[in-house]
């Protein structure tokens, strides 16, 4: 492990340039399941409170206030 430090040390761009392409397939991987996953999901919830909220008429500052307003606080 010391003589990988100290490699490391010595030859900083060479270094980086190895741990690039494994820090670019783990910052690609996590922002693939965020835009394709996690962001589409968050986005259909809230247009699906929207169009409720319209088909049943209820004003859309509860919407607001109560961020869980289709379960019972009760």
Partial sequence: M???QKF???HPYISMAVVLPFAMVF???VFSILINI???AVIA???AGW???AIVGK???Q???QPFWYTNYE
Avoid: N, Q, S
């Fill in 2 to 4: 010391e003589k990988l």
């Fill in 59 to 61: 004003p859309v500052r």
């Fill in 27 to 29: 910052v690609l991987g």
């Fill in 51 to 53: 169009i409720y909220t």
């Fill in 63 to 65: 919407y607001y206030r």
């Fill in 45 to 47: 919830f809230w247009l």
């Fill in 8 to 10: 490391m040390l010595k």
């Fill in 38 to 40: 996690i962001l589409p």
